[in-house]
């Protein structure tokens, strides 16, 4: 009686998961304190993609490197920078480090759900500002963090503007110390919406055949031409 109750299991556990959608891949939706929504598609810390593809420029994270896709005045155009490997030339413009000793975080007695995710509150003050930080352990939403700050304290530095992103740098750096690097909210983001899909084309996660590789911005110049 054991061998046909044990296929009977095995049948039962496969037509379950036949019958179940394989979720792998998150949209996520962020609003950005006066500048709309920003969207997400989320695979894996590795690879995921930021923005809009209409937009002027926007992020996208392969296999671990980060480009900025940016497109020629015309639109006819679309280039690609790893930002990693220009911050690491010689020439490259300066970074700004937070300055943690500005602020002080304390501890609120209460915890807030944003879109499902359950959050510790924090009322951060410095600088003559003060807000409420509301962080999650949550993996997804801390990747996702890291990945769009990243991308945006890059990009400000990439482009001689390093002290423009000095916000977003203390906030997340804040986070950090605080030991839960998922904002699910703060003084410049809000997660918005989270849903988990069945898997995105693979294509979203790729540099697109037609978009041109620079190195800097006077080899994206020069392609205008």
Known sequence: MRVPFLRLAIACLLSSMLATPLLADTLITLVRNGAGELPVEYRDAD????????????YLTVDGKDFVIMASPDGS????????????????PPGVEPDLESFTA???DRQETIQGVNGQVYLING???????????DDTVAAVTEAVY???????????????????ASELALARSLGAAGILRGQLYTLAGMSQEEA?????FRLASDTMVIKDWKEMQDAYH
């Open 47 to 58: 690879n995921l993609r930021i923005g809009r593809d209409d937009a002027p420029n926007w």
């Open 77 to 92: 155009k679309r280039f690609a920078m790893n930002m990693d490997e220009f911050l690491a030339r010689d020439d490259a």
């Open 106 to 108: 304390t501890r609120a």
């Open 127 to 137: 600088q003559g500002r003060s807000w409420e930080l509301v962080l999650t352990e």
């Open 150 to 168: 990243g991308a945006e304290i890059r990009m400000a530095r990439m482009s001689g503007q390093a002290a423009s992103a000095q916000p977003l």
């Open 200 to 204: 995105l084309s693979d294509e979203r």
